[in-house]
């Protein structure tokens, strides 16, 4: 019987990451006359604007799912260029919605890359399907695209591309393959019917605000995810959001009503219809999940979606200075930034070319003991026990573990300034030779 995936192991990831935004309380200390600095790896950046929000909800005497979760809705909806959105607890609860209500389950298959975080792939298992993963293109962090179009069967139902570190991934060219592969579509629901071909669903956690190709991220996929967790570019301490593109076949405000129903147990109405006089009386259409937003998370989110053009721009800067400083190094970054396309700048991801695990975890200690915190994105999901025990092996995926094996993130945020920057750039070059 196939092993299902514990929660406990997500848990203990997010633990890390969040433990690792924790300031560093050590005194700051001297070396060759420069003073070291306490470097945070990726702490929320709030400000005024969004704590007088989250004190507006306070004293407005609504605070779960109600008028600003529905206005902070409209805005997503507006910023990503999509008729609607659904605004939820996490995107790991928006991708397993909208697995749901696209009647992904058992029998049915996913597929996904080998190289992201387990949310893209645990939701797949949380809805009894079959997980497909896909090894990287070589020197690539995005899916091998050959091997996506091998790996497509008659149980294919749902593509998952990631877009790691907010940079889109070929969109045309996964559409270009899921039209190729219509004849070996399965339809089993009237949904699914309307695509007539496999869906592609978007892990977009990190690409709220890239564009491609003149689309934006939320409006290139079937349907696009979004996470708004306290390490995301734009945050409500916890949310996230899904967004489709307009389908003939479909009424938006049936698929928008479905995702309610999915969300707040199947109730016929939301808290805030219950509240209008007289109508107290509900049905539970069928037993459903519990993953809505709150409006204090909608509070936040309004702020930030305010100062989003901004904290791009930030962002921008910040990948332009680290991409300058590191030239002529062994340290090869993602690009970010092309004709065609244009990243959110979430995550700066470097490979120290030639080098292994050892030197990349040696260099992390070292930056930590000058007071820099940095991150690896990702240990490919073969290395975890859980995928391991569904019966992965890293060895059948080499592209992902190269691009693992010598893979540091630094800090890349809006909370720091440009003398930090330079302190990681000066002493990440110190330490990587």
């Not at 990451?17 to 200390?29: M, S, Y």
């Not at 496999?198 to 079937?222: C, Q, T, W």
């Not at 959001?241 to 109405?269: C, I, P, R």
């Not at 109508?279 to 809505?292: F, L, M, Q, R, T």
Request: aromatic share 8%; hydrophobic share 40%; with cysteine.
């Amino acid at each position: 019987m196939k092993e299902s995936i514990c929660n406990h192991k997500q848990e203990e990831s997010l633990l890390k990451e969040e433990a690792l935004n924790e300031p560093i309380k050590e005194p700051l200390c001297r070396k060759n006359g420069a003073e070291n600095m306490a470097v945070r790896f990726s702490p929320p950046d709030i400000s005024e604007a969004e704590i007088n929000e989250v004190v507006d909800t306070l004293n407005s005497g609504w605070i779960t799912t109600g008028p600003k979760t529905k206005l902070f809705e409209s805005g997503i909806a507006g910023y990503a260029g999509t008729s609607k959105a659904v605004c939820l607890n996490s995107a790991t609860a928006a991708m397993e919605m909208t697995l749901r209500l696209l009647g992904v389950g058992e029998g049915s298959e996913v597929i996904t890359s080998a190289y992201t975080f387990s949310a893209s792939a645990s939701v797949i298992d949380h809805v009894g399907a079959d997980i497909a993963l896909v090894d990287t293109a070589r020197a690539s962090f995005q899916m091998d695209y050959d091997k996506l179009e091998k790996a497509i069967t008659e149980k294919t139902k749902v593509i998952i591309p990631v877009d790691i570190a907010g940079v889109m991934c070929d969109y045309d060219r996964i559409f270009d393959i899921v039209n190729r592969k219509r004849s070996l579509f399965c339809p089993s629901n009237e949904i699914q019917k309307a695509f007539g071909r496999i869906i592609v669903l978007a892990d977009a956690a990190h690409s709220f605000g890239a564009r491609y190709k003149g689309k934006n991220s939320g409006e290139a996929a079937d349907f696009t995810c979004f996470s708004f967790h306290a390490v995301k570019n734009l945050t409500t301490a916890e949310g996230g959001a899904v967004t489709w593109k307009d389908n003939e076949a479909l009424d938006n405000e049936e698929l928008y009503k479905e995702f309610m129903l999915l969300s707040l147990h199947g109730q016929s109405k939301d808290a805030l219809a219950k509240t209008k006089p007289g109508s107290w009386e509900y049905d539970i259409i069928y037993p459903a999940y519990k993953a809505n937003m709150t409006d204090i998370s909608a509070a936040i989110g309004l702020a930030q979606l305010k100062r989003y053009p901004g904290i791009l721009e930030r962002r921008k800067e910040i990948i332009n200075m680290y991409d300058n400083g590191l030239k002529n190094s062994i340290a090869e970054s993602l690009r970010h930034y092309g004709e065609d396309f244009s990243s959110s700048g979430h995550l700066y991801l470097v490979r120290l070319i030639g080098r292994d695990e050892d030197f990349r975890n040696s260099a992390i200690d070292k930056m930590a003991q000058r007071g820099i915190s940095v991150n690896v994105h990702y240990k490919p999901l073969p290395m975890h026990t859980a995928y391991k025990n569904l019966g992965f092996d890293i060895q059948d995926y080499p592209n992902s573990f190269d691009m693992y094996k010598n893979e540091i993130t630094l800090p890349l945020h809006t909370l720091l300034t440009d003398t930090q920057v330079k302190y990681v750039i000066d002493t990440f070059r110190e330490i990587i030779g």
